[in-house]
Protein backbone atom coordinates (compact mmCIF):
# COMPACT_ATOMS: atom_id res chain seq x y z
CA UNK A 1 0.00 0.00 0.00
CA UNK A 2 1.20 3.43 -1.14
CA UNK A 3 1.31 6.17 1.47
CA UNK A 4 -1.27 8.19 -0.56
CA UNK A 5 -3.69 4.34 -0.68
CA UNK A 6 -2.65 4.77 3.79
CA UNK A 7 -3.62 8.16 3.63
CA UNK A 8 -6.71 8.49 2.17
CA UNK A 9 -7.61 5.00 4.32
CA UNK A 10 -6.86 6.93 7.25
CA UNK A 11 -8.89 9.98 6.30
CA UNK A 12 -11.90 7.48 5.35
CA UNK A 13 -11.52 5.67 9.07
CA UNK A 14 -11.78 8.81 11.03
CA UNK A 15 -14.82 10.01 8.93
CA UNK A 16 -16.57 6.67 10.06
CA UNK A 17 -15.08 6.82 13.60
CA UNK A 18 -16.35 10.39 14.61
CA UNK A 19 -19.47 9.14 13.41
CA UNK A 20 -19.58 5.73 15.26
CA UNK A 21 -17.71 7.37 18.18
CA UNK A 22 -18.70 10.67 19.02
CA UNK A 23 -16.27 10.76 22.20
CA UNK A 24 -13.84 10.23 20.30
CA UNK A 25 -13.18 13.98 19.26
CA UNK A 26 -12.82 14.62 23.28
CA UNK A 27 -10.10 11.50 23.66
CA UNK A 28 -8.88 11.30 20.51
CA UNK A 29 -6.06 8.92 21.71
CA UNK A 30 -8.47 6.52 23.34
CA UNK A 31 -10.06 3.67 21.77
CA UNK A 32 -13.86 3.23 22.39
CA UNK A 33 -14.82 0.15 20.55
CA UNK A 34 -12.93 -2.36 18.25
CA UNK A 35 -13.14 0.12 15.06
CA UNK A 36 -10.79 2.38 17.09
CA UNK A 37 -8.44 0.10 18.35
CA UNK A 38 -8.15 -0.28 14.51
CA UNK A 39 -8.03 2.97 14.02
CA UNK A 40 -5.51 3.94 16.24
CA UNK A 41 -2.69 1.33 15.31
CA UNK A 42 -3.23 2.08 11.72
CA UNK A 43 -2.34 5.39 13.02
CA UNK A 44 0.61 4.24 14.95
CA UNK A 45 1.87 2.25 11.99
CA UNK A 46 1.32 5.54 9.47
CA UNK A 47 3.49 7.44 11.81
CA UNK A 48 6.17 4.70 12.27
CA UNK A 49 6.45 4.90 8.38
CA UNK A 50 7.08 7.97 7.96
CA UNK A 51 9.82 8.39 10.30
CA UNK A 52 11.39 5.39 8.58
CA UNK A 53 11.11 8.06 5.61
CA UNK A 54 12.36 10.58 7.70
CA UNK A 55 15.50 8.93 9.35
CA UNK A 56 16.55 7.40 5.84
CA UNK A 57 16.62 10.61 4.42
CA UNK A 58 18.70 12.17 7.87
CA UNK A 59 21.18 9.16 7.58
CA UNK A 60 21.59 9.57 3.70
CA UNK A 61 19.93 6.27 2.75
CA UNK A 62 17.81 8.64 0.70
CA UNK A 63 18.22 11.69 -1.33
CA UNK A 64 15.55 14.07 -3.00
CA UNK A 65 15.26 13.67 -6.91
CA UNK A 66 17.11 16.24 -9.48
CA UNK A 67 18.94 19.09 -8.50
CA UNK A 68 16.11 20.86 -6.45
CA UNK A 69 15.42 19.73 -2.62
CA UNK A 70 12.44 18.37 -1.80
CA UNK A 71 9.63 18.99 0.88
CA UNK A 72 11.39 16.44 3.27
CA UNK A 73 14.79 18.07 2.48
CA UNK A 74 14.12 21.83 2.78
CA UNK A 75 11.92 20.49 6.62
CA UNK A 76 15.14 18.73 7.41
CA UNK A 77 17.48 21.60 6.85
CA UNK A 78 14.86 23.70 8.35
CA UNK A 79 15.82 25.26 12.47
CA UNK A 80 12.05 24.90 12.99
CA UNK A 81 12.20 21.10 12.59
CA UNK A 82 15.31 20.62 13.79
CA UNK A 83 15.06 17.50 16.55
CA UNK A 84 11.64 17.86 16.26
CA UNK A 85 10.49 14.47 14.08
CA UNK A 86 7.26 14.33 15.92
CA UNK A 87 6.24 17.85 14.53
CA UNK A 88 7.78 17.30 11.23
CA UNK A 89 5.28 13.82 10.90
CA UNK A 90 2.53 16.19 11.92
CA UNK A 91 3.38 18.44 8.95
CA UNK A 92 3.85 15.87 6.92
CA UNK A 93 0.72 14.05 7.84
CA UNK A 94 -1.67 17.42 7.43
CA UNK A 95 -0.33 18.26 3.71
CA UNK A 96 -0.71 14.56 2.75
CA UNK A 97 -4.75 15.09 4.59
CA UNK A 98 -4.78 18.75 2.83
CA UNK A 99 -4.16 17.12 -0.24
CA UNK A 100 -5.88 14.12 -1.02
CA UNK A 101 -9.32 15.60 -0.20
CA UNK A 102 -9.02 18.73 -1.61
CA UNK A 103 -8.45 17.95 -5.38
Known amino acids: MTVA??????????????????????????AFNKQDECFLA??????????SIID?????????YGDTPDL????????FF?????KMIDELIGMFMAGMKTT
Open 5 to 30: DFTNKLIDDFGKRTVNSPMASFAPNT
Open 56 to 64: DRKNGKTVS
Open 72 to 79: LSIMNKSD
Open 82 to 86: KDKPE
Open 42 to 51: NVASYRQHLM
